[in-house]
C-alpha cells in the first residue's frame, strides 16, 4: 500500500506524466501478450508471422495472423484501468500516453495524446504503394485496387522501423516528464525499451512478471494492470 501511494503522490505533484503501455495493458481485455506463458510467442515464432519478411515471402501464414489477431479484438474491451488512463488525462494528470499496443483500447477509452509507437491494427494499406485499404479488403485477401499489391494492417512489423511521428512524440513527452509511469510491457523490444532510460524523471514499473529490466526503476510495482490502477485512482480520489 505504501508503494501505491508514494505513486499517487508522484502523479499529484508531476507537471508532466507519461505512460508507457505494454501488451500486458490490454490481457485483462482478453487479448493475449506475447512472450508471458499465455503469449501469443509461446506456440508461434514471430519472426514467421509478424516479420517483414514474413508478409514478403509469406503472405498466406501472415495474413492468417493477423486476421487471427483481428477476430480476437473483435470480443474484447478496453477494461477499467484503460478508462482510468482516460479520466486522469482529463483531470490533467497524465500528458500523454506512449504505447506498444495495435488494439487501439487507450483511444476507445478516451485518451486523446497518443503515440501508437508499433502503430495500429485498426487500419490497412497497400504494402507497395501504401494506398488506404479497408479491413473488409484486407479480411478477404484481395489485392489493392490501385496497384494490385499486398494489403497489410498498419502495425509495426519485426525488421521495420518505428513511424517517425509517433516515436518523436513519445520521446520528447518523456524527455520532459517529471514522471514515467510504465505498464504491462517485459521491456524486451528495441527501441522501445529505451524510453524509460531518457527522462529526468522519476520511474514507475507496473508489471506482472518483474525480470532484471525493471533494473533501474525508482519503484517496482509487482501486480496486474487493472487492480494497481483501480487502487491507486482509490487513493487519488480521496
Ligand atoms: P531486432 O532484434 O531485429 O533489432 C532491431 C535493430 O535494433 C537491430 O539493428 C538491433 O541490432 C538493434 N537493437 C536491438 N536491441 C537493441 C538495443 N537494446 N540497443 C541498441 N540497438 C538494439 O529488432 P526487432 O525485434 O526485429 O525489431 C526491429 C524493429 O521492429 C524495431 O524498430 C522494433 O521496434 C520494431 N518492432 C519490433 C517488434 C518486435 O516484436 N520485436 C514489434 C513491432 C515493431
Ligand atoms: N498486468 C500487468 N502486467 C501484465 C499483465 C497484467 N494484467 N498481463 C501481462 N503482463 C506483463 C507480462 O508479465 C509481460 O512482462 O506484460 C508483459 C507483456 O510483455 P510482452 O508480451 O513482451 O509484450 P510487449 O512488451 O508489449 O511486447 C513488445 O513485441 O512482439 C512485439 O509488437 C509486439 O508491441 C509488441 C512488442
Redesign the pocket.
Known amino acids: 500500500m505504501k508503494e501505491l501511494e508514494t505513486v499517487r503522490d508522484w502523479v499529484q505533484s508531476s507537471k508532466q506524466t507519461v505512460i508507457l503501455t505494454g501488451a500486458g495493458m490490454s490481457t485483462e481485455s482478453g487479448i493475449p501478450d506475447?512472450r508471458s506463458s499465455s503469449g501469443w510467442w509461446k506456440n508461434i515464432d514471430?519472426?514467421t508471422v509478424?516479420?517483414i519478411t514474413a508478409l514478403e515471402n509469406n503472405y498466406d501464414l501472415f495474413h492468417e495472423f493477423y486476421s487471427m489477431r483481428l477476430s480476437t479484438l473483435d470480443s474484447c474491451e478496453p477494461h477499467d484501468g484503460h478508462f482510468i488512463l482516460a479520466d486522469w488525462e482529463k483531470r490533467g494528470l497524465v500528458h500523454t500516453i506512449a504505447t506498444?499496443n495495435v488494439d487501439g483500447f487507450h483511444a476507445k477509452a478516451g485518451n486523446q495524446i497518443i503515440a501508437e509507437?508499433?502503430g495500429s491494427i485498426q487500419n490497412f494499406r497497400c504494402h507497395q504503394c501504401e494506398s488506404q485499404a479497408t479491413r473488409e479488403a484486407f479480411l478477404n485477401k484481395e489485392k489493392c485496387l490501385n496497384c494490385g499489391g499486398k494489403l497489410r494492417p498498419n502495425?509495426?512489423?519485426?525488421?521495420?522501423?518505428?513511424p517517425e511521428n509517433s516515436w518523436m512524440k513519445a520521446l520528447n513527452a518523456i524527455r520532459e516528464a517529471e514522471l514515467v509511469i510504465v505498464i504491462g510491457t517485459s521491456l524486451?523490444?528495441?527501441?522501445?525499451?529505451?524510453l524509460p532510460t531518457m527522462t529526468k524523471g522519476k520511474t514507475v514499473f507496473i508489471n506482472k512478471d518483474i525480470t532484471s529490466n525493471a533494473n533501474g526503476f525508482d519503484l517496482v510495482i509487482e501486480g496486474k494492470a487493472k487492480e494497481i490502477l483501480t487502487n491507486i485512482n482509490l487513493l487519488l480520489t480521496h
Open positions: 506475447f514471430p519472426h509478424a516479420h506498444q509507437l508499433h502495425v509495426v512489423l519485426f525488421g521495420e522501423s518505428l524486451e523490444v528495441y527501441p522501445v525499451n529505451q
